[in-house]
């Protein structure tokens, strides 16, 4: 009989450390593929435990998905609704660390950069290539009589909530969060380098200058031409002058593969026509460059109210205080698209 009993404590001995060996193996051994070119792992919104072991299995993430199964379910993470979000996982994690990361909700932040776009449409786009949030969604909420009046913004001068550059988000960002976040971000950028009191100085808005540095943008790739630009422009406006900016015309007329303004685009129609209408368009025509901003904000002063591209592709221009020197100035540029053979 004691045999017997010693038999079955070994046998039961044996299989219990099996067990241990199998648990101890399933949490602490490396279960991620090494060869995985990508590492991200993206959950969205409203997933379930189950949802998340498919993405990890049809994704090859894992070596071994039964073990990975089994611990998640040891630490309680076979739930029906999980934390979304975009994960960097390592090559070296076990079962264990990679539940635990997933479980955390520790998501890689996003590196979203934003510039170079002139509508508040073609922003929602580019800022949702990078996140789980829809565009239309974002762009809906941008233009909503609640938000546009909670920002004291309207539907024509909306971009100027944000300022370019490259911000950190979460993929599952919601629209609300990421509209609160470029508040923020916007009263940071005003407050800092005297940016509210200049624009007072000069009777503007902080969304005027951003209208103006949009054109003064759009104007010269020039840092240094800048200043001197946004000098013209505020130096017509002092004088109640038509500011008479070509970009101001494309942006009406919506053609942007223009290079030639010409008589048929000046009378076009529209309140963005500076042609045609007094004073600063209802709203930017391009997102600005932090440096435009800061040109319309620190202009140079001086006495000129014209200027024009200089002949060439070097993107210099011309300075002028009278019409007459203008005029010379306009029609060397002129012949020299003439001799281009740039016709639009």
């Not at 079955?8 to 991620?32: D, E």
């Not at 894992?62 to 040891?74: E, M, N, Q």
């Not at 630490?75 to 990679?98: C, F, S």
């Not at 309140?271 to 440096?291: A, C, Q, V």
Request: net charge positive; proline share 4%.
């Amino acid at each position: 009989m004691k045999r017997i009993f010693s038999i079955v404590f070994l046998l039961l001995l044996l299989v219990g450390l099996f067990v241990a060996y199998t648990l101890y193996k399933s949490i602490y051994t490396p279960n991620i593929k090494a060869d995985k070119e990508h590492l991200l792992l993206q959950i969205p919104s409203n997933s379930s435990f189950q949802d998340v072991y498919t993405l990890l299995k049809k994704g090859d993430f894992l070596k071994d998905s039964i073990s990975f199964y089994r611990v998640a379910t040891l630490m309680k993470y076979v739930k029906d609704e999980v934390p979304a979000g975009k994960y960097q996982i390592q090559h070296t994690w076990n079962n264990r660390q990679l539940v635990g990361h997933l479980r955390s909700g520790n998501q890689a932040p996003m590196k979203v950069t934003f510039n170079n776009v002139r509508t508040v449409e073609e922003l929602s786009g580019k800022i949702t290539s990078y996140l789980e949030l829809d565009s239309l969604e974002l762009l809906e909420k941008l233009t909503s009589e609640k938000t546009l009046g909670d920002l004291k913004l309207n539907k024509e001068n909306v971009l100027s909530l944000f300022i370019p550059n490259t911000y950190n988000f979460f993929w599952d960002q919601d629209a609300d969060k990421l509209i609160e976040r470029m508040k923020k971000e916007n009263e940071k950028f005003w407050s800092s380098n005297d940016r509210l009191a200049k624009a007072e100085a000069l009777g503007l808005s902080k969304e005027e200058v951003y209208t103006l540095a949009s054109i003064v943008e759009k104007e010269s790739l020039r840092n240094n031409e800048k200043p001197i630009i946004a000098g013209v422009y505020l130096n017509r406006l002092k004088k109640g002058m038509m500011l008479q900016a070509d970009p101001t015309v494309v942006f009406a007329v919506g053609d942007f593969t223009i290079r030639r303004v010409l008589k048929k685009h000046l009378a076009f129609e529209s309140p963005y026509n500076t042609y045609r209408n007094t004073g600063l368009p209802p709203g930017p025509i391009y997102m600005p460059s932090i440096k435009s901003i800061d040109a319309v904000l620190s202009p140079q002063e001086h006495n000129y109210l014209y200027f024009c591209a200089k002949p060439g592709f070097n993107s210099e221009h011309s300075f002028a205080r009278t019409v007459r020197e203008h005029e010379n100035n306009a029609n060397k540029y002129r012949s020299w698209l003439n001799q281009q053979r740039i016709k639009r």
